[in-house]
């Protein structure tokens, strides 16, 4: 019997909503309960992940909690554990707990699962709006001074549902918890006035996790992709030369230490128009820079503070900040902050994930 990727059929595609709007569709199942509810159409697997990429998760588990509180009530802060890789290849279900429903806050907590098991589970807390008083404290982060983000149309061939401009900064002697890593992310098309101010929460929280503990080793200047066999998974990601111009080449191509990313455009170059791949080539040109190579990096758990959930647009430009303050036996922390264009602070986010460093074992001595 063929695998099942979505309980039921994926409907047709809403062209009045914005391509998230339609990757982040759920399908309420009454039958199984009032609050369950499951993917409508199949969620996105990274090259080289464990995984279903986690920021689609975050997001659906809270368009799944939105549906459950009344008007005028806002999510503020959500605390999310990932528990188990999620299958790409069978349905996610989620099932909403109504925890509290006070004056000024309810609390949801949502589970994430697939084959009766919890892959991922959140707890969020929700504002009534304007509950706060006239009299207020107040103070906010400021956004720092950054080049604009360039003018220039999407690309064709990216299927992400957002595009980011990286902004490119040389590490120099400064200590590595004092490095940061600086983005402009948007939403590509239009969220619909269908899907309000909650679409583009849910947009935000799908695009936190943007290469989010991917920062431990960026900051520490060591190569993710310099293993031949995630190398292998990710060339063969490429369906076609004119993958090379997508966001393949942005995400990946681009990660290796700078002169050398025309080598390896070139190889890669070479896969798509049918010659083999040659990972451990690539691979030896990216260790050259920097011996040590990533054995296993996975997030364990994810924050979001929404400051204010209401002052911006995630189809608008976004600067996001990530820095790590710490990092060892065998994990790291990664803070990110996020504002509008105009400057407001809209939220901050914090991960924990697992970063461990593939060890150079001394062989076991055979036994006579």
């Given at each position: 019997m063929a695998k099942r990727v979505t309980i039921f059929d994926p409907?047709?595609?809403?062209?009045a909503k914005a391509g998230i709007e339609n990757i982040l569709e759920l399908t309420p199942m009454q039958d199984i309960g009032p609050d369950v509810f499951t993917n409508s159409r199949p969620l996105w697997h990274p090259p080289g992940a464990r995984g279903v990429y986690g920021g689609a998760v975050i997001a659906q588990?809270?368009?799944?909690?939105?549906?459950?509180?009344?008007?005028?009530?806002?999510?503020?802060?959500?605390?999310?554990?990932?528990?188990?890789?999620?299958d790409s290849e069978i349905p996610i279900i989620y099932h909403v707990e109504r925890v509290r429903d006070g004056r000024s806050f309810a609390t949801r907590t949502v589970q994430a699962r697939q084959r009766g098991r919890p892959i991922f589970t959140t707890t969020l807390s929700f504002n009534k709006d304007d509950s706060g008083g006239k009299i207020k404290v107040e103070h906010s982060s400021q956004m720092p001074s950054v080049p604009p983000p360039k003018d220039q149309p999407p690309s064709k061939a990216s299927q992400s549902p957002f595009e980011v401009q990286r902004i490119r900064t040389e590490f120099g002697s400064e200590p590595i918890e004092q490095r940061r890593l600086v983005q402009w992310c948007r939403v590509r098309d239009k969220i619909s006035e269908e899907g309000g101010h909650r679409a583009h929460l849910s947009a935000l929280a799908y695009i936190s996790d943007n290469y989010f503990i991917g920062t431990v080793p960026r900051v520490h200047k060591i190569p993710r992709f310099s293993s031949p066999t995630v190398i292998e998974k990710a060339l063969k990601a490429l369906k076609n030369p004119s993958d090379l111009g997508s966001d393949f080449v942005a995400n990946y191509i681009n990660?290796?230490?700078?002169g050398r990313q025309a080598e390896i455009r070139k190889l890669a170059e070479s896969h798509a128009n049918g010659t083999a791949i040659d990972a451990r080539k690539i691979s030896s040109i990216i260790r050259s820079e920097d011996p040590r190579e990533i054995g296993?990096?996975?997030?364990?758990?994810?924050?979001i503070y929404f400051h204010n959930p209401r002052a911006f647009r995630a189809d608008e430009w976004m600067l996001c900040v990530m820095e790590s303050p710490w990092s060892g036996d065998g994990r790291g922390l990664v803070q990110q902050k996020i504002w509008s264009r105009d400057g407001v602070h809209i939220a901050t986010c914090v991960q924990e994930g697992v970063i461990r460093l593939k060890q150079d074992e001394p062989k076991?001595?055979?036994?006579l």
């Open positions: 409907p047709p595609l809403d062209t588990c809270l368009a799944a909690a939105q549906r459950t509180v009344p008007e005028g009530f806002t999510v503020h802060s959500m605390h999310c554990y990932f528990v188990l890789a999620g990660e290796v230490a700078p296993m990096m996975v997030s364990l758990d994810h924050t076991a001595e055979s036994k």
